[in-house]
């Protein structure tokens, strides 16, 4: 896998990101080259620019995830989260446990980030 993941310039992780009232978290590990904190900046700046409120009041951790492997091995990460998502793991975690309006504004926002 070494092989591949050599060839990535950036990692973007997006996870847990459709309950009702979900705040992004402010990951520290998102912010360990030059290349992730600008990224997870910029997609901040305009999610805040938008009025969405996940990307307000927004709790600060430090987090190991999927994005972990990326940055150990020198590959921007940063991984968009929220942590604190009370059905994760219950049999509550279904569909039906779903936001679209938690879902719509991390995909406007990354819309807004790719679309030059």
């Not at 305009?46 to 709790?59: M, Q």
Request: charged share 25%.
């Amino acid at each position: 896998m070494d092989h591949l993941v050599m060839k990535v310039d950036l990692a973007i992780i997006i996870d847990m990101i459709a309950g009702r009232g979900m705040r992004i978290n402010l990951d520290h590990n998102s912010l360990l080259s030059e290349v992730s904190t600008w990224t997870f900046n910029r997609i901040f700046e305009i999610g805040r620019k938008k009025g969405y409120p996940a990307f307000f009041n927004n709790r600060s951790i430090e987090l190991e995830s999927d994005h972990t492997p990326f940055y150990q091995r020198n590959i921007p990460a940063l991984i968009l989260m929220d942590i604190f998502y009370p059905e994760w793991h219950t049999h509550r975690d279904t569909l039906e446990s779903c936001c679209q309006e938690s879902l719509r504004y991390v995909g406007d926002v990354l819309l807004d980030f790719f679309t030059p």
